[in-house]
Nanobody, 123 residues
Framework: QVQLVESGGGLVQAGGSLRLSCAASGLIFSRYNMGWFRQAPGKEREFVAAITWNNDSTYYVDSVKGRFTISRDNAKNTVYLQMNSLKPEDTAVYYC????????????????WGQGTQVTVSS
């Protein structure tokens, strides 16, 4: 049974930082590309960042480039999202997801999802 468990969310002031973690189990983690998505109230789920299975490449939505960094530790079956210079518009539930195929920015290509962690940025 595949499980993706996010942690590290919370309430932070604008300009602050948070580090999200996503621990994976029940799958061969090193064979999956990993992504982070977010969903704000009343909005569709949005791609945030992705990283290839071998750490070779990373991808970001324009709105987080230079502020967020995705990374992974295949030995720990964990993917991270370091979020700096947070803005109120970053407020959302953040989800990690696993993709067995080619790395993707669309949610439809992801095979497994976590339950999400809330990030709230106050102004």
């Amino acid at each position: 049974q595949v499980q993706l468990v996010e942690s590290g969310g919370g309430l932070v002031q604008a300009g602050g930082s948070l580090r999200l973690s996503c621990a994976a189990s029940g799958l061969i983690f090193s064979r999956y590309n990993m992504g982070w998505f977010r969903q704000a109230p009343g909005k569709e789920r949005e791609f945030v960042a992705a990283i290839t299975w071998n750490n070779d490449s990373t991808y970001y939505v324009d709105s987080v480039k230079g502020r967020f960094t995705i990374s992974r530790d295949n030995a720990k079956n964990t993917v991270y999202l370091q979020m700096n210079s947070l803005k109120p518009e970053d407020t959302a539930v953040y989800y990690c997801a696993a993709d067995r195929g080619q790395v993707a920015t669309s949610a439809v290509w992801y095979d497994f999802w976590g339950q999400g962690t809330q990030v709230t940025v106050s102004s």
